[in-house]
């Protein structure tokens, strides 16, 4: 810590305003009501396969294990959410699922394989839908905040996915918790284009992008753990703000977003 320290100091006065104008730093209400969600942030209704037809079949083997997975995935999922990790137990999965605890094994070796591969798939699906609307605009402050909106749509629609991917795996272990802390890093990327924007920011450790991220990712733990996945999409402002102001300068990054809410508004 000792180490990193000046360039996290470096960091925080990134969003030092000279003009005395406390804008951001509290989560007051912005009035903030997006139109319409992403376009970018469209997935796939979560609907778990059907149990396969009882007695011999027909069916390929490659069916019959995708269906098993899937089966178990979702029935974790559902698990999860009304006992969390620690109080579900493989009975609990394969009951859901209505497959054998012999099936279960076939699949995953345990509860936290299990776990890793659900992680994965929020955290795929986060980033994919995020690069999508990054890549959709042409400037670095427009792809950062169309790639904010299109992760806050995700997390609010799938609330579930979040709180696995933030809060149970926390119940698993700090081994686990940092390979999901290298997979949540990931999402910095879509900051390194904020070092080119301008030339104070050209000089700024590379800390800093680090830094937003993990300073982000514990924002949505905060909301998730109070159940308000749902209402991430609401708070967008102030994450861009964070993510932005570092690399804009915050009164340059404060007024990109005002012109963002006036521009929902006027809608």
């Given amino acids: 810590m000792h180490g990193v320290l000046p360039d996290l100091l470096t960091w925080v006065d990134c969003y030092a305003r000279s003009d005395d104008k406390p ?32 007695g011999r079949h027909s069916l390929p083997a490659a069916y019959v294990s ?17 006992k969390g990790y620690n109080a579900t137990t493989v009975a609990d999965i394969v009951a859901e699922a209505q497959l054998t605890r012999a ?9 936290q394989e299990l776990l890793t591969e659900i ?14 609307a990054f ?32 809060i ?26 904020g070092y080119r924007y301008r030339p104070e ?13 993990s300073a982000l990712c514990e924002f949505m733990y905060g909301e998730i753990r109070q159940s308000r996945a749902r209402d991430i999409r609401y708070l967008i402002p102030h994450v861009a703000y964070v993510a932005l102001a570092p690399f804009m300068g915050p009164a340059e990054a404060s ?11 006027s809608r």
């Fill in 201 to 213: 920011a050209e000089n700024l450790p590379r800390l800093c992008s680090e830094a937003v991220a």
């Fill in 135 to 166: 890549f959709s605009e042409d400037i670095w402050p427009e792809r950062a905040w169309a790639a904010i909106c299109a992760a806050g749509e995700v997390s609010a629609s799938n609330p579930a996915g979040a709180h696995i991917g933030f």
């Fill in 66 to 82: 995708a269906n098993q997975r899937e089966r178990i995935i979702h029935a974790t999922i559902s698990i999860l959410m009304k």
């Fill in 23 to 54: 804008r951001w730093r509290t989560f007051d209400d912005t009035g903030w009501e997006p139109s319409a969600p992403s376009p970018h942030a469209e997935l796939a209704p979560i609907v778990p396969p059907a149990p396969l037809p009882s």
């Fill in 255 to 265: 007024s990109f977003i005002e012109n963002k809410l006036h521009s929902a508004q």
């Fill in 119 to 132: 992680n994965q798939i929020h955290f795929q699906q986060m980033m994919a839908v995020s690069a999508k």
């Fill in 168 to 193: 149970d795996t926390s119940a698993v272990g700090p081994e686990f918790a940092r390979r999901v802390n290298e997979i949540i890093m990931a999402f910095s990327i879509f900051l390194e284009e």
């Fill in 103 to 111: 099936v279960f094994y076939q699949h995953f070796r345990d509860k």
